[in-house]
C-alpha cells in the first residue's frame, strides 16, 4: 500500500515540475505555475549574482542586521534641531519603486536606512481616504480634522464662511511650538508655498484652496472677513515669524492686472490690487533685513550672517519638475537639497536650535498624472535632501522624522525578473497584451490604455515608453487619480527616535517631535 501511495505521489509531482513553464499565472484549476525569468532582460550588473546564490550570503546578510540591532542604544538627548520631511503622496509603493529606479531591488533609498521605523493611520476625521490638507493638520498640529480644511478642528466643515473665523477652532503647529520656545521655524517645498501641505505650518482655513482673495470671493465668502493662505503668510500669527520658506507660488501674492511676474511678465492670480510680496518685504520691524528670491543664483549669494529672514518662490506655481530641470536646462530653479542646504545655513544661526518642516510635493502631483517616472524621481531627489541633512547634523542633537501624508493608488505587481526595468512590462494577460509593472487603479491612463470604443486595451509595446512624462495605466477613467487610503510609513534617526515605532494616529508625529525637543504644551523629555 505504501509503495502505491509512493508511487502516486512521484507522479504527481513529475506531472506538476513537466507543467510549471506552461504559465505565470493561475490554471483552470486554480494551481500556480512558477514562471522562468526573463532571459530577454538581463540581471543588473551591479549584484553579486553568484554569492545571491548561496545560502551563507543571506545568513551572513541576517546576522549582519541582526546584530546591528543588538548593538543599537536608545538616544535620549534633547533635540536641539528637528527636521521632517513629508514626501507627498510617497506610499509604500512608491519608495520600493523608486529604490529600484535609483539602483535595484536591494539597494535601499538613504532614509530607509534609518534606524527606527513605523507606521501611521492618515484617515481625516470625516474621510476614510485623505487629502494634503487635514493630513496637515494632523502632522503638524496635532489634531486631526476634515477633509480640505488646514489648521482647524473638525468643527470646521469645508469652505464654511464663517466657521473658520473662530479662532477656538484654531490649531497651531509645532513650528510655533519651536518659536515660542526660542527657537526659529522654516518650510521648504517643491510645490507652492501655500499649498496644503506648507500651509500646516501657519495657516487657519476652511478651505485649501484659498490661496488667494479671488478664490475666496469665488466661493461666496468675504475676502475682507476671511484671510487667504498667501495674506496669512504675510500677516498671520505665525508665517511672518518663519526665519525661512522656500518653494514656489508667485502668483498667490500678485495682482492678475497690475503686477508683473518677475520672470513670466504675467500678472498674478489676486483681484485685491495688492502685491504681498512687496507687503513682506515691509512687514517686518525696522532694522531686519528681510531678503527675497526667485532664482537660483540669488539664492545661493544669500548670506546667512546677514539675513534675519528670507522668502523664495523660483516659480509662479509649483517648482518644476527636477527630470524637467535637467532636460529643459532650467538652471536658475534650485534642487530640493539645494534649498534644504541654505534654509539650514540661516536656521543654524540660532543657538537654541530649530524646527525645519521640508516637503517634497511633486511626487504627489506625478501620482495624479499617472506619470510614474516623475514620481519616482522626485522620491530619489526627495531622498537626496534627506542625505544632504542627515549627514550636515549629528544625529547626537538632530531629529530627523520622513513620513508621507497619504498613499496614493499607484501598483508595483507583476512578475518582472529580478533586475528588469521597472518601467517596463511584467507579463501576460488573459487577452495577449503585455501588462506594465506600474500601474493604477484610476486616472488619465485609463484612456491612454485602452480604447473605449471597442473595449479592449491597446498594446504598450507600440508606445513610446521613453518619455519623463509617460502616462501609466489605470483600471478606470478619472481626470486625476486618487489618494489611497493605506497607513504610511515614519522613518526615525537622531535623539528619542525609538519613540515613532509601532503603529499610531498621524497626529501623534508632532507631539513625539515636541517631546524629543522640549516644546510645546504636552509632555517633556526634559521633565
Known amino acids: 500500500m505504501r509503495t502505491a501511495v509512493r508511487s502516486l505521489c512521484v507522479i504527481l509531482l513529475f506531472h506538476f515540475v513537466a507543467s510549471a513553464s506552461l504559465s505565470d499565472d493561475y490554471d483552470s484549476d486554480k494551481r500556480y505555475h512558477p514562471r522562468l525569468p526573463d532571459e530577454a532582460e538581463p540581471i543588473k550588473a551591479a549584484r553579486n549574482v553568484e554569492q545571491e546564490q548561496t545560502i551563507e550570503y543571506w545568513r551572513n546578510q541576517a546576522k549582519a542586521t541582526v546584530e546591528k540591532h543588538v548593538k543599537r542604544k536608545e538616544n535620549t538627548n534633547i533635540a536641539k534641531n528637528v527636521i521632517m520631511f513629508l514626501g507627498d503622496g510617497m506610499s509604500i509603493a512608491t519608495v520600493a519603486l523608486a529604490r529600484i529606479h535609483a539602483g535595484g531591488e536591494e539597494k535601499p533609498l538613504y532614509f530607509e536606512e534609518f534606524p527606527y521605523v513605523g507606521m501611521a493611520k492618515t484617515y481625516c476625521v470625516d474621510y476614510q481616504v485623505p487629502d494634503s490638507a487635514c493630513t496637515a493638520t494632523a502632522y503638524l498640529t496635532g489634531v486631526k480634522g476634515n477633509m480640505d480644511t488646514i489648521g482647524v478642528n473638525a468643527h470646521v466643515q469645508v469652505a464654511d464662511c464663517v466657521a473658520g473665523l473662530n479662532r477656538s477652532t484654531h490649531t497651531s503647529s509645532i513650528g510655533q511650538w519651536a518659536i515660542d520656545a526660542g527657537k526659529d521655524a522654516g518650510i521648504v517645498t517643491t510645490a507652492r508655498v501655500t499649498h496644503a501641505s506648507p500651509a500646516g505650518m501657519y495657516a487657519h482655513t476652511a478651505f485649501r484652496d484659498w490661496e488667494n482673495d479671488k478664490y475666496v470671493k469665488d466661493d461666496g465668502c468675504d475676502p475682507a472677513l476671511v484671510d487667504d493662505i498667501a495674506e496669512q503668510l504675510v500677516y498671520g500669527e505665525t508665517a511672518p515669524k518663519l526665519r525661512v520658506i522656500l518653494g514656489g507660488g508667485r502668483r498667490e501674492f500678485m495682482d492678475q492686472n497690475l503686477d508683473q511676474d518677475y520672470e513670466t511678465g504675467k500678472g498674478g492670480y489676486r483681484s485685491d490690487g495688492r502685491n504681498l510680496i512687496n507687503e513682506w518685504l515691509r512687514n517686518g520691524p525696522v532694522g531686519e533685513n528681510r531678503t527675497f528670491v526667485w532664482k537660483r543664483s540669488d539664492l545661493?549669494?544669500?548670506?546667512?550672517?546677514?539675513?534675519?529672514?528670507?522668502?523664495?518662490?523660483?516659480?509662479?506655481?509649483?517648482?518644476?519638475?527636477?527630470?524637467?530641470?535637467?532636460?529643459?536646462?532650467?538652471?536658475?530653479?534650485?534642487?530640493?537639497?539645494?534649498?534644504?542646504?541654505?534654509?539650514?545655513?540661516?536656521?543654524?544661526?540660532?543657538?537654541?536650535?530649530?524646527?525645519?518642516?521640508?516637503?517634497?510635493?511633486?511626487?504627489?502631483?506625478?501620482?495624479?498624472?499617472?506619470?510614474?517616472?516623475?514620481?519616482?524621481d522626485e522620491t530619489v531627489e526627495f531622498a537626496k535632501a534627506i542625505e544632504l541633512a542627515r549627514k550636515k547634523f549629528s544625529e547626537e542633537d538632530t531629529l530627523i522624522v520622513v513620513t508621507s501624508d497619504h498613499s496614493?493608488?499607484?501598483?508595483?505587481?507583476?512578475?518582472?525578473?529580478?533586475?528588469?526595468?521597472?518601467?517596463?512590462?511584467?507579463?501576460?494577460?488573459?487577452?495577449?497584451?503585455?501588462?506594465?509593472?506600474?500601474?493604477?487603479?484610476?486616472?488619465?491612463?485609463?484612456?491612454?490604455?485602452?480604447?473605449?470604443?471597442?473595449?479592449?486595451?491597446?498594446?504598450?509595446?507600440?508606445?513610446?515608453?521613453?518619455?519623463?512624462?509617460?502616462?501609466?495605466?489605470?483600471?478606470?477613467?478619472?481626470?486625476?487619480?486618487?489618494?489611497?487610503?493605506?497607513?504610511?510609513?515614519?522613518?526615525?534617526?537622531?535623539?528619542?527616535?525609538?519613540?515613532?515605532?509601532?503603529?499610531?494616529?498621524?497626529?501623534?508625529?508632532?507631539?513625539?517631535?515636541?517631546y524629543a525637543s522640549c516644546i510645546g504644551r504636552g509632555m517633556k523629555a526634559c521633565d
Not at 537639497?337 to 525645519?356: C, H, Q, R, W, Y
Not at 499607484?410 to 501588462?435: C, E, I, M, N, Q
Not at 508606445?463 to 487619480?481: C, G, R
Request: aromatic share 10%.
Open 408 to 514: 496614493h493608488s499607484v501598483s508595483f505587481a507583476g512578475y518582472a525578473s529580478r533586475g528588469k526595468d521597472v518601467y517596463s512590462t511584467a507579463g501576460t494577460g488573459k487577452d495577449g497584451l503585455p501588462y506594465m509593472t506600474i500601474s493604477y487603479a484610476n486616472g488619465p491612463g485609463y484612456k491612454k490604455h485602452v480604447d473605449t470604443d471597442a473595449g479592449v486595451r491597446l498594446d504598450v509595446r507600440q508606445m513610446d515608453t521613453s518619455k519623463s512624462n509617460f502616462v501609466f495605466p489605470a483600471m478606470l477613467p478619472k481626470d486625476s487619480e486618487t489618494h489611497g487610503g493605506e497607513d504610511v510609513a515614519v522613518y526615525a534617526s537622531g535623539p528619542w527616535s525609538h519613540l515613532f515605532t509601532g503603529s499610531y494616529e498621524q497626529n501623534v508625529l508632532p507631539h513625539m517631535m515636541a
Open 300 to 376: 545661493m549669494a544669500v548670506d546667512p550672517h546677514r539675513t534675519d529672514r528670507l522668502l523664495g518662490m523660483f516659480e509662479p506655481g509649483h517648482c518644476a519638475y527636477n527630470l524637467d530641470k535637467v532636460e529643459k536646462q532650467l538652471d536658475e530653479e534650485p534642487t530640493l537639497a539645494e534649498m534644504v542646504d541654505k534654509a539650514t545655513d540661516i536656521l543654524s544661526m540660532n543657538p537654541d536650535g530649530f524646527f525645519l518642516f521640508v516637503e517634497g510635493g511633486r511626487i504627489d502631483h506625478a501620482h495624479h498624472d499617472n506619470r510614474a517616472k516623475y514620481a519616482l
